[in-house]
């Protein structure tokens, strides 16, 4: 029988390692931790679908350490660290296959600086603004242009805040990669 609370601290370590927590001397444990904390739920349709490819993290983990998958070994939701990897494994799939691809760890960090948070390591981790930060992407509440999200753009013909994720990272990778 597998014990549930070590399951999920095994696997949030595993997945700290594939973003290489420590970085150039900083150290992101407390925002890695509030990230896997915050669940994941979206306001415009279709995000369910990004919120799959979060979870899908959680097979990837249990292949790697050979250990059965069942669905209620994890948390209910899709966390908001599971979220961010899963968009940058997709930003990473993408690019990769038109011979501009970053690495998923790169695409990683890039989303959580677009957004404000990677400024949060634990020498400057403020939690309420972290939280803030946190509302501002899951309520929408960044600019039309996508200012304060995932995929800030320098010009748009939609108010980013009613596209859906899949969207605005498309219309992101075409304005910065392939224009």
């Not at 915050?38 to 799959?52: C, I, K, L, S």
């Not at 948390?75 to 038109?98: F, N, V």
């Not at 960090?109 to 939280?131: P, T």
Request: one cysteine or more; aromatic letters at 16%; hydrophobic letters at 40%.
């Amino acid at each position: 029988m597998i014990n549930k609370p070590k399951l999920v601290d095994e696997y949030f370590e595993w997945l700290c390692t594939l973003v290489d927590v420590d970085q150039q001397g900083a150290s992101y444990w407390s925002l890695m931790i509030d990230l896997f904390k915050e669940p994941f739920y979206w306001t415009v349709p279709n995000d369910d679908n990004r919120a799959f490819d979060g979870m899908m993290l959680r097979e990837q983990f249990c292949d790697d350490m050979q250990i059965d998958y069942y669905l209620d070994d994890f948390p209910t939701a899709c966390t908001m660290l599971e979220l961010i990897m899963g968009i940058a494994q997709r930003c990473h799939r993408i690019t990769i296959d038109h011979g501009r691809g970053f690495l998923m760890i790169d695409w990683f960090w890039k989303i959580l600086d677009n957004c404000g948070l990677s400024k949060f390591d634990d020498k400057r981790y403020d939690s309420a603004e972290v939280s803030d930060i946190l509302c501002c992407v899951l309520e929408r509440k960044f600019s039309k242009t996508g200012e304060g999200g995932f995929f800030p753009l320098k010009k748009c013909a939609l108010d980013q805040r009613k596209v859906e994720i899949w969207y605005q990272m498309n219309t992101y990778l075409v304005e910065n990669y392939y224009s």
